[in-house]
């Protein structure tokens, strides 16, 4: 047996996979006696199997796909039902500034325009019998007046609470909604590469029969590169935990810094920012990498490619596992922040400085938002450096 087939056997010995769900089936090795055309037999009878679960992986990526495109529907209706909130919230906050008004002017006139400073003196000033049950009554409807206005302003003030309460709920749904999507859709794309290192790995087989091997290993190994890669981001990001951040100081500002303890070079720190800046108000759209729309992820690989040329991963967990971890202290504007809301890593943004970042968002599209306080302060999972 040649040096050639021995090491072709060798490799195929040790070739070991992993399928949609777990280790790729190991692909047998040939015996001597074996002919050409029955190992081509077997070659082929795998093949046509692993062809097989790559159409059933394709049919449930569809699926994934339509149960997508409805959670989408669903942020749209979210969408409309915030707005609708908000308008709601504006109407009951008028009519509490008017109903305040209108109880100070009842106020004014239990004075009586100036004639007595209080509702007892204004009773004994009464000239007769008739004259104090006439003044009773009026004080009586002033009263009864005044209690259902703060009655009801009192009702009016809980309503708003409870709307908005409403809205920061419906808020963090719509969050929560992107950050599912944003993980399953990593998942996906790494059985579909684990499916495809299967196939390769046989036609590798198969094309060293003919004498057409190189191709298919340059496949196989490309295809078994991004599977390794995927599989590397998914297990980076499921280790990733929420961490504290700190507060900004009073004197801290999007200015750029060096900081000694970095090991890397900072950010084209201007380029970055202002080129996300530039994207202010871009709506956001599951998948979006364009300016069209954008989703968390795509916002940030097209900002550093436009600002400094660099490649980033497709997803907020790959970002994450090929990024310099770096402390919140050593951060610079133009960084990576990335957060963790369902257990792993599912949200990324451009961070700025001062408690701020800049992402794209399911409720506002590309906007600033703090880090330090309200919803993003509890799931900050560290900053990383491209």
Not at 136 to 153: G, H, R, T
Not at 205 to 230: G, I, T, V, W
Not at 276 to 289: D, I, K, M, N
């Amino acid at each position: 047996m040649d040096i050639k087939k021995r090491l072709f056997r060798l490799m195929l010995s040790g070739l070991v996979g992993v399928s949609i769900f777990g280790t790729l089936p190991q692909i047998s090795e040939a015996t001597p006696s074996d002919s050409f055309s029955e190992r081509m037999h077997s070659l082929d009878k795998k093949e046509n199997k692993a062809e097989e679960k790559l159409k059933d992986i394709t049919l449930f990526i569809k699926e994934t796909e339509e149960e997508a495109a409805d959670m989408l529907k669903e942020l749209e209706l979210t969408a409309e039902a915030l707005v609708s909130i908000q308008e709601e919230v504006t109407l009951l906050s008028e009519q509490i500034d008017q109903r305040e008004e209108q109880l100070k002017s009842q106020v004014r006139a239990v004075q009586i325009t100036g004639q007595t400073n209080n509702v007892l003196k204004f009773l004994l000033e009464s000239e007769s019998l008739t004259d104090v049950l006439g003044r009773l009554d009026v004080v009586n409807m002033i009263f009864s007046a005044n209690q259902n206005l703060m009655e009801k302003q009192a009702e009016d003030k809980e309503l708003v609470e409870l709307k908005e309460r409403e809205t920061v709920q419906k808020q963090e749904e719509q969050t929560l909604l992107a950050a599912k999507l944003e993980s399953k859709k990593v998942e996906l794309e790494e059985q579909k590469a684990e499916q495809e290192a299967l196939i390769a790995s046989i036609a590798a087989e198969k094309s060293e029969l003919a004498e057409e091997r190189e191709a298919y290993l340059a496949e196989q190994r490309e295809s078994e590169r991004r599977r390794d890669e995927l599989q590397t981001a998914r297990a980076v990001a499921e280790e990733a935990t929420v961490v504290s951040v700190s507060q900004p100081s009073d004197n801290q500002n999007d200015e750029v810094t060096t900081s000694s303890q970095s090991k890397t070079t900072a950010p084209a720190n201007g380029s970055v920012v202002s080129t996300a800046h530039s994207f202010t108000g871009v709506r956001y759209l599951y998948g979006g990498s364009t300016p069209a729309a954008f989703d968390c992820s795509g916002f940030t690989s097209y900002v550093y490619s436009r600002a400094t040329g660099k490649n980033l991963a497709r997803s907020a967990a790959g970002q994450f596992a090929t990024t310099q971890r770096i402390s919140q202290s050593e951060a610079q504007p133009g960084d990576l922040i990335f957060f963790n809301q369902s257990g792993r890593v599912d949200h990324v943004g451009i961070y700025l400085g001062g408690g701020r970042f800049i992402g794209a968002q399911t409720s506002t599209g590309v906007a600033v938002a703090s880090f330090t306080s309200g919803y993003w302060s509890r799931y900050v999972a560290g900053f990383g450096r491209p």
